[in-house]
């Protein structure tokens, strides 16, 4: 039997396919394949964040079933599927199966259930184990929660992921050994809101949080590194910050978004936060790693932004100067609050694009700025890839603060980890020349350059 997937949406939805990639090979012998004409089950995980996913999703059915093999299946994971449910497959009488994204350990269950919908956003599957991927890789990602707790008013997360559940520790702790004694160098904590760990379990659980989760996990011996995504401005206290800064497993790269700059925007959008505490925590972040990486999102034409909000934002923009920003003009969507706002106080789509326009076009002058300042430095970085086309070869990694530094010249061992010197840029792409192989001892003992204090929990 032969499975093909097509994940859509954040690192979460990627996490889920793995999740039944690995149920559905180790429990019913698929295997998987890129073809979907060939597919005896084609999976669509779904993403419902952004504009229009439901017309995109009938779109994708409707073109798989014109070109699948006699007797596939097809089902509708992910958060469209908790958001639409059976209205899936009234609309579309081809899709065998609807199964939400709180309900993704459901997989091998509902194959064998004509027409099921299994989405409940309620379901607790935050004990459940899941079955080991058969190709790990250098790489992987580990869910610590489901779900979301805040009421972002933009945000339909909280409606098709249900209410915040971390997972036990002993049970991460668990499934991280097993990934690094398999090959996997570095981690991805993956929630909602991961630096809210802690907040609740399902079951009697020690008091602890998300601090104290990176300082268990870090102790895995053969670890390289530790990112996460993605953290709320609103609990990034100081101790979070400090271990952060200290702590030389977790990546000096961090994605913290914004949303808006502007403080009454992020009043309406119920983000728990302002401008000032926003960039207060920037500062504290920054006076600790100076060359820290930092991501965010934006969103633009939010429902009555002004000039003046927009002006905000723009400001935050330059006081940070983001290594990479997701920006996007505001997309109404179905069960959250602002999508009861009256049609008057919505931003015209042509001011939004050009708001948009006008973020993006400041964000590329600073990064071509950054990437001029980048030229001689020295990075370790993280090996992901490599390329021999036509007797050209080069190598690809990550360094610590998260920029992809292209090592020309080198066909490096995927997995390796090494000193590079930054040589130019093309387009704000960084290129450099290698240097050594360092020893994961010796990576873990000294970064950029910069000799770490030893780190004890």
Not at 425 to 438: P, S, T, V, Y
């Amino acid at each position: 039997m032969k499975l093909f997937i097509q994940t859509l949406g954040c690192a979460m939805n990627e996490r889920d396919s793995a999740h039944m990639i690995a149920e559905l090979q180790n429990k019913l012998n698929y295997t998987l394949t890129q073809d979907s004409k060939e597919a005896d089950l084609i999976l669509i995980n779904t993403c419902s964040v952004r504009e229009k996913p439901e017309k995109k999703l009938f779109s994708e059915i409707g073109a798989f079933a014109k070109t699948k093999k006699i007797g596939a299946k097809i089902g509708i994971c992910g958060c469209t599927a908790s958001h639409l449910g059976e209205e899936i497959i009234k609309k579309a009488p081809s899709v065998d199966f609807v199964l939400g994204a709180r309900n993704v350990s459901k997989i091998t269950q509902v194959l064998e259930r004509p027409k099921a919908v299994e989405v409940d956003i309620d379901y607790d599957d935050s004990t459940y184990v899941f079955a080991s991927s058969q190709d790990m890789g250098i790489k992987a990602h580990l869910n610590i929660s489901i779900g979301c707790d805040k009421k972002c008013s933009y945000c339909i997360v909280p409606f098709t992921r249900g209410k915040e559940i971390s997972i036990p520790t002993d049970l991460l702790l668990a499934e991280a050994q097993k990934l690094v004694s398999n090959g996997v160098k570095e981690l991805l904590l993956l929630g909602q809101n991961v630096n809210n760990y802690g907040i609740r379990f399902s079951h009697s659980h020690p008091k602890t949080n998300f601090t104290q989760l990176l300082r268990e996990i870090s102790q895995i011996e053969g670890l390289y590194r530790i990112r996460f995504t993605s953290p709320h401005p609103l609990h990034m206290d100081d101790e979070f910050l400090e271990e952060f800064a200290n702590n030389p497993i977790i990546a000096k790269g961090i994605h913290i978004p914004l949303q808006s700059g502007s403080s009454r925007i992020l009043k309406m959008m119920r983000r728990g936060y302002d401008k000032q505490w926003y960039l207060d925590r920037i500062a504290k972040l920054k006076a600790l790693v100076p060359n820290v990486g930092i991501g965010t999102d934006i969103i633009v034409g939010f429902p009555t932004e002004s000039n003046e909000d927009f002006e905000d934002t723009l400001d935050v923009l330059k006081i940070v100067e983001f290594d990479t920003l997701y920006s996007f003009v505001y997309s109404p969507r179905p069960h959250t609050s602002a999508y009861e706002y009256d049609k008057s106080m919505l931003i015209p789509p042509q001011i939004a694009k050009e708001r948009l326009a006008r973020l993006q076009q400041l964000h590329k002058e600073i990064l071509n700025k950054k990437a001029q300042l980048e030229i001689g430095r020295i990075h370790q970085v993280f090996i992901e890839n490599h390329y021999d086309n036509e007797g050209q070869c080069f190598s690809e990694g990550r360094s610590s603060s998260n920029k992809l530094i292209k090592i020309l010249g080198k066909k490096c061992d995927i997995g390796s980890i090494t000193e590079v010197e930054v040589t130019h840029n093309e387009g704000g792409a960084l290129m450099g020349k290698f240097i050594r192989e360092i020893s994961l001892g010796e990576a873990l003992s000294s970064k950029n350059g910069i000799t770490l204090r030893s780190y004890n929990v």
